[in-house]
């Protein structure tokens, strides 16, 4: 009796205490469950993030315009190039060859042009010589008859003297006809501005434009990736030789789910981080737009969800996100990197992704056919023309 009494004042103290520690952590449990509804209430609503996003770019590929045999390489794996920079070269045995066949032939026709020319001058000669001799047959002929009622000139010279103006008008109408068709081919135009002279410069333009075409440049800056190309290896018109991939234009493919869209806007800020750097380095973008379709919608085998064994699986579409180029800059990445987006969806002023087309990359290609190449060109053209004007 006395044990029973001993044991109850003990379990009297240690109530107090246990009722504490509830209290305690149900305080603990209430604060945190309003800690997280003010952080979802105030940040987590507006924020649509995920790891499923991958960095991406232009892979501007190189290829020949014309075929021939690599003489030269410039460049190499991993290299960094500027637009305008020399990559290869081919061996321009064959178009200079090209070259001197055009301009031979443009030689050719324009003397040829200038033959005709000159016939026009015999052509009218000779029109005027017919044209005499028609009047001279057309005389005689007035003149024998004339004379046939009193029997001095026979029926049979008056028959020959018809016969030669037939013939005399049938030549003077060839000698016309031959002056009209001399004339269609050089009226309202001269020498130089012949069709057929044109045709030949012509060749004579694509021909330098072919072995111009033989060293080919960096169409952009960028560095060199997937170089295929080999020292004398016969290369044909269209043959991927390289790849060049301007790191300074990246952007971010972040592919969200469907139901992460409703809240997405045009213009919204994104915070990104690489698993290059870790998140100790944060990008800094904006929501540029949405792709046309799904993922799975592209792919090289889509999906056919009419078909019986129809399985839901939710959707995830491609969001493009803008890249600060100044970060980009201080901590470069590359094409295909892991990366996570977090998209802040507080601003909902701006279109729906999907709704407007993104800025355009600021790009100038170069090229290296135009411009001074036509100049060359012309000058080259115009001092053969001269040549055979002589």
């Known amino acids: 009796m006395s044990a029973a009494n001993n044991t109850a004042p003990a379990q009297g103290q240690t109530s ?121 047959a057309k005389d005689d002929l007035a003149r024998r008859k004339s004379l046939a009622g009193s029997g001095a000139v026979s029926a049979e010279e008056i028959r020959h003297a018809e016969s030669a103006v037939s013939a005399a008008q049938a030549a003077y109408e060839a000698a016309k006809e031959q002056l009209a068709s001399g004339r269609a081919l050089t009226d309202g135009t001269s020498v130089a501005n012949h069709p057929n002279v044109q045709r030949a410069a012509a060749k004579v333009e694509e021909a330098m434009l072919a072995r111009s075409r033989a060293t080919l440049y960096a169409p952009v800056s960028g560095e060199i990736a997937k170089r295929n190309v080999q020292l004398g290896q016969r290369i044909a018109p269209g043959t991927p030789l390289m790849a060049i991939v301007p790191l300074q234009q990246l952007w971010v493919d972040a592919n969200f789910k469907e139901s992460q869209l409703r809240e997405m806007r045009v213009g919204q800020p994104v915070t990104m981080t690489a698993d ?74 701006g279109a729906p992704v999907g709704a407007v087309t993104g800025p355009a990359l600021n790009q100038v290609a170069y090229t290296n056919d135009g411009g001074p190449l036509d100049v060359k060109a012309k000058a080259r053209i115009n001092s053969i023309i001269a040549a055979n004007l002589k």
């Open 16 to 136: 107090p205490k246990r009722k504490k520690i509830l209290l305690t952590l149900g305080s603990i449990f209430v604060l945190a469950a309003i800690g997280y509804g003010a952080y979802w209430a105030l940040v987590a609503r507006y924020a649509e993030d995920t790891d499923n996003a991958y960095v991406q770019g232009n892979v501007v590929q190189v290829t020949p315009q014309v075929g021939g045999t690599v003489s030269r390489i410039y460049v190499q794996d991993t290299d960094h190039v500027k637009a305008g920079q020399p990559l290869v070269s081919l061996d321009t045995a064959d178009t200079q060859v090209a070259l001197d066949q055009a301009e031979a032939q443009l030689a050719q026709t324009v003397r040829e042009v200038r033959t005709l020319y000159a016939s026009q001058a015999q052509a009218s000669a000779n029109l005027s010589l017919r044209k005499a001799e028609l009047m001279r």
């Open 276 to 349: 290059l750097y870790g998140d100790d380095v944060e990008y800094h973008g904006k929501v540029v737009g949405l792709s046309a379709g799904t993922g799975s919608a592209f792919a090289l085998l889509p999906a056919q969800n009419a078909t019986g064994n129809w399985i839901k699986v939710v959707q995830r579409v491609p969001v493009r996100i803008s890249l600060d180029p100044k970060e980009l800059a201080a901590h470069p990445l590359r094409i295909g990197l892991s990366m996570r987006a977090a998209v802040d969806l507080h601003d909902q002023h």
